[in-house]
């Protein structure tokens, strides 16, 4: 429970601390005292969202510290630990917010995240403020309101997870239905452009060969005479070799006289002869390979222009037509084995809904008997209302299968005996809502333990015995071991009631407003609920009246 709250320069409030106690407590005061601003610095500190401008004019930075008493097993704890966070039996909530709009959070002294606050408080405090009930007015918040009443919430998870499966498998049934038609559409091109490639049968590398081969031949006529000449030179009659053998020979004839002397030159001759004919023989092989067909060029021009055509058309480069072939006949294998592959996908589709109709169909059982024990509990906390003629019901119909299940939930009322049920909104009046919206919320929340709840003018629309009964309500409600019930009320009748009593009040001094909580004392509470009841001027007659109240 909320044991204290602490507030530093937020608003009007320039220094604050509240010690709440156990049981009901109230806060009363005159409007515009203040009392909604403590209301807001107990959310700022829990987390929620709430308006951007909460520092005091002159201030630098505002804090707000919440301290809860923690029992043994306290959801809170599960939190804690998720977070990493030390669990104890105390919990220090701290938020400072700068005039700059930067915001801090603290918890047991250790910075951590807004969201992390915000888990704490679902844990903490449950806030029904005076206009909460047009939550009650949206259908489209009642079923997640009866889920919070179901026997196995995994129910709720089985269904989403369900749904979950079922949505990607219809969306893998769309996309294979999508590429299936996409390649029919460009079945008869894939063909044609497979029969092509494999027609033509381009290779790797191919391109750059064609090219080199190409050049050669270009260049060959050129070089070709070149080339013969330089045979000529070295074969023909007049040609280096004929001559180098002929010198050779001469020498051969000497050598009888000079001996030893032309042996040197004998031998250079030798290999010069050998080194002459390899070069003619390896001329000779050159003039064969530049003696091709004059039609080959023309074959090979025509192949390779061919080739880069095809690799224009299909944009990609010549390497690669290879490779596409192969991923054409791929795409034509897609097309041939797609129905098969959608059959399964199909198949695979049926199965998930059939599975998210089951977990639907038990969510349903679960959520009729929720509602039958919803609508008993209801009719209890009616009587003491004094709407023990009212009738609640939690109507479920069903609805297109979604994440959420099959059903749709409605809360109807019925005011009057006879009465057909109606929604809220068009049946109750504003009394008769707050009324329906303390009721609803004490069912809601009857299994929260260790949870501080708080009432923001619940009692508005009602007054006299009604609003006796909201009080007598409130009070048996923070009864139980360890409840805590906040109250902000304009009710004496509601405020006579309470265990605790903090009267909100606002000053002005030297041109600045401040507010400020005082705890009230047995006499000063007299005093409190007589201005409650007779306004400003408190008479003994308000007096005696308020004593009456106090008395119960």
């Not at 910075?111 to 903490?124: C, H, I, N």
């Not at 029904?128 to 918040?141: E, I, K, N, S, T």
């Not at 390979?289 to 061919?306: M, Q």
Request: glycine fraction near 10%; hydrophobic fraction near 45%; include cysteine.
């Amino acid at each position: 429970m909320l044991r204290s709250l602490a507030i530093r320069d937020i608003l009007i409030i320039d220094r604050l601390e509240i010690d709440f106690q156990p049981g009901l407590n109230v806060l009363t005061g005159e409007t515009g005292a203040g009392k909604s601003i403590l209301l807001d610095a107990l959310g700022f500190v829990l987390g929620w969202r709430g308006r951007a401008d909460i520092v005091r004019p002159g201030a630098e930075r505002g804090e707000v510290t919440a301290v809860f008493d923690l029992d043994a097993g306290h959801p809170a704890l599960e939190v804690l630990a998720e977070a990493g966070l030390e669990a104890t039996d105390e919990l220090i909530l701290r938020r400072t917010n700068a005039t700059d709009g930067r915001k801090q959070a603290f918890v047991n002294d250790r910075r951590v995240s807004g969201e992390v606050l915000r888990q704490l408080s679902d844990t903490l405090v449950e806030l029904h403020g005076q206009h909460d009930d047009r939550g009650l007015l949206d259908p489209r918040g009642h079923r997640a309101l009866l889920d919070a009443l179901l026997d196995d919430a995994a129910l709720v998870a089985n269904v989403r997870a369900a749904w979950a499966a079922l949505a990607a498998a219809r969306r893998e049934e769309g996309t294979l239905r999508a590429r299936i038609e996409a390649a029919q559409g460009e079945a008869d091109f894939l063909r044609h452009a497979v029969a092509e490639l494999d027609n033509f049968d381009p290779q790797a590398g191919e391109d750059a060969e064609l090219d080199s081969r190409r050049r050669m031949m270009q260049g060959a006529e050129r070089v070709r005479v070149d080339i013969r000449r330089a045979a000529e030179a070295l074969g023909a009659d007049e040609g280096a070799e004929v001559l180098t053998g002929t010198a050779l020979r001469w020498l051969e004839g000497a050598a009888d006289l000079l001996g030893e002397t032309l042996q040197a030159p004998q031998a250079a001759l030798d290999r010069a002869l050998v080194d002459l004919g390899e070069a003619l023989a390896g001329i000779e092989s050159c003039l064969d390979l530049l003696d091709f067909d004059p039609l080959e060029l023309e074959r090979v021009e025509e192949r390779l222009f061919a080739l880069r055509a095809l690799a224009r058309k299909h944009g990609v480069l010549a390497d690669d037509l290879a490779g596409l072939a192969a991923d054409f006949r791929g795409k034509l294998e897609a097309i041939d084995s797609g129905a098969a592959n959608l059959v399964e996908i199909v198949a695979k589709v049926r199965a998930s809904e059939a599975c998210h109709a089951e977990a639907a169909k038990a969510l349903t059982e679960a959520r009729t008997a929720a509602a039958t024990r919803l609508d008993q509990a209801m009719q209890d906390e009616l009587r003491p209302l004094k709407m023990e003629r009212a009738v609640f019901r939690t109507e479920i119909a069903p609805a297109p299968p979604g994440p959420d299940g099959q059903d749709l939930v409605a809360f109807q009322v019925a005011t009057n005996p006879g009465a057909p049920p109606g929604p809220l909104e068009r049946i109750a009046s504003g009394g008769e809502l707050s009324r329906f919206m303390l009721a609803l919320k004490v069912c809601l929340t009857a299994g929260a333990r260790g949870m501080t709840l708080i009432f923001d003018e619940i009692d508005r629309g009602v007054g006299g015995a009604t609003a006796d009964a909201v009080g007598r309500r409130l009070a048996a409600l923070a009864g139980g071991a360890g409840a805590q019930i906040l109250v902000v009320t304009h009710s004496p009748q509601v405020a006579a009631l309470a265990r605790h009593h903090w009267r909100v009040e606002k000053h002005i001094a030297d041109g600045a407003t401040r507010s400020t909580v005082v705890a009230l004392a047995p006499g000063d509470r007299v005093d409190e609920i007589a201005r409650m009841l007779s306004g400003d001027q408190i008479t003994e007659a308000a007096r005696q009246a308020a004593r009456v109240l106090l008395d119960g």
